[in-house]
């Protein structure tokens, strides 16, 4: 059966949170739901009400000299570029020498 909370009690269970969070860093929500024997879906519905903003999740620390993203694909794309290149100038100089050899042996007959 449905229970009606009156403003009085809805209040102190935001301040509760509020204070929980501040002390604590998160978890006041379940918190109060076990202290006050609340929903934590009411609850939630009582801090959206009350304009209670949610913490937001810090993004995971990136480890040092690593590049993410788009700089590591332009990296890796940089070396793949390079490495053709490189390639290309060994083939290049091995098609000189065959055409020398060409040349010479067109120069025998």
Do not use: C, H
């Not at 993004?59 to 570029?81: D, L, T």
């Amino acid at each position: 059966m449905a229970v009606r909370y009156d403003q009085k009690t809805k209040d102190e269970v935001v301040a509760f949170i509020q204070k929980y969070n501040a002390d604590n860093g998160r978890g006041g929500q379940s918190a109060a739901a076990e202290k006050y024997k609340i929903s934590p879906i009411t609850i939630a519905n009582w801090l959206k009400k009350a304009g209670v903003k949610k913490g937001k999740k810090k993004a995971p620390a990136k480890k040092p000299g690593r590049k993410g993203g788009r700089a590591r694909k332009a990296a890796v794309a940089s070396s793949s570029v390079a490495g053709v290149l490189q390639r290309m100038a060994a083939i290049q100089v091995e098609i000189d020498a065959l055409q020398e050899e060409f040349d010479q042996l067109k120069g025998q007959l």
